[in-house]
Each structure stands twice: as structure tokens, then as C-alpha cells.
């Protein structure tokens, strides 16, 4: 009853809390940054493959953006797919970027 009344059960448990929604965090975030990477090099082989049809990238990334904004909501307007293909340009080595986030 007394460590209670001084709050060290509650400081425990806070602690505790605490350091599980970091992991949590921390576990999501990297998911999506890899998920992004791999979005970033799906799109770019599938506009490397259509390089011959004129404005290819343009009307599919428009598309791309519209279909997906749709499907999943929020975030995948045509400068976020861009920033995901950039992503995967700069980081194109999925196990060079989990060497980074790990």
C-alpha cells in the first residue's frame, strides 16, 4: 500500500506503457518505409517496361493516384507517389535501408 502511495507501481506500469507504444511505433513506421520502397520499385519497373508508349508515367501515375486514393484513402496523391519512387531511387537495396532503420 505504501509504494502505491508513492506511485512506483504507476511509474512502472507508465514505463512500461510507454516503452511499448515506441516499439509499436518504431515497428510501424519501418513497415511503411518499406512498404513505400517497394511501392517506389513497383512503379518504376512497371514504367521502365512501358518506356516506349508516349506519356506512359504521366496518365499511369495519375491513375495510380486516383485507384489508390480510392481503395486506401489518404496518401497516395501524385507527389506522395512520386516521393515513393525517389524513395526507392535513393534507397534501392532493401537491406541497405533495414541496416538503416534497424
Known sequence: ????????LLNQIETLLEQARYKVSTTVNNALLITYM???NLIVED???HSSISDYEAKSLRKLSKDLTQKFGKGFSRSNINNMINFYKAYNDVQTLSGHLG
Open 1 to 8: 500500500m505504501q509504494e502505491l502511495e508513492k506511485g512506483v
Open 47 to 49: 514504367i521502365n517496361n
Open 38 to 40: 517497394e511501392i517506389g
